[in-house]
């Protein structure tokens, strides 16, 4: 067995949890970044509750640390702040208001285009925060903007 874990499965070590900081500071600044086995992620706290996802908006890879917080049919999202998507916080669900077009006095319903944000695991251990990446099998939409392709378009540009 080898103890330095040089012999991991490379696989295995991105989704080792990774130390991101101090409970006592973002819970002063109620946000913070870092970068997790080479992808970007936010960590939001928001009423006693960490959230983490993936740093740049599904959508258009806007820079989700800097939207507000806000409270859309009672679930708190992060609205994005270059064209205003919604995302919940705790599951990644991008929200949106439908009207039925045959009934023009209705009122619009907030619906769920589904999970598009990859939401990442925090835990908090002695004082510190860690990151988990998410390992759910599924493709995500932002995704793109958190992996190769996409740093390649960054840094030739
Ligand atoms: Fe986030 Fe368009 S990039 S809403």
């Given at each position: 067995?080898?103890l330095?874990g040089s ?5 295995k ?7 991101v ?11 913070m ?6 992808r970007?992620?936010?960590i939001?706290?928001h009423?006693g509750?960490?959230?983490?996802m993936d740093?740049r908006c599904?959508?258009s ?5 800097l ?8 679930r708190?999202?992060i609205?994005?702040p270059?064209?205003?998507y919604k995302?919940?916080l705790a ?11 045959k ?8 619906c ?11 835990t908090v ?24 392709d ?5 840094s030739?540009s």
């Amino acid at each position: 067995m080898n103890l330095n874990g040089s012999a991991q499965d490379p696989e295995k070590r991105e989704y080792s949890s990774v130390c991101v900081g101090r409970e006592d500071d973002i819970k002063k600044s109620e946000r913070m970044t870092a970068v997790v086995h080479d992808r970007e992620v936010v960590i939001f706290y928001h009423r006693g509750e960490y959230h983490a996802m993936d740093i740049r908006c599904y959508h258009s890879g806007g820079p989700l640390h800097l939207g507000d917080i806000e409270d859309f049919d009672g679930r708190p999202c992060i609205v994005c702040p270059w064209h205003k998507y919604k995302i919940t916080l705790a599951t990644g669900e991008s929200l949106y208001q439908s009207i039925n077009p045959k009934d023009p006095s209705a009122k619009p319903k907030w619906c769920s285009k589904g999970i598009k944000q990859r939401i990442h695991t925090v835990t908090v251990d002695n004082g510190n925060i860690y990151v988990t990446l998410s390992n759910e099998p599924f493709k995500c939409d932002s995704d793109f903007y958190a992996t190769g392709d996409f740093k390649v378009i960054k840094s030739s540009s």
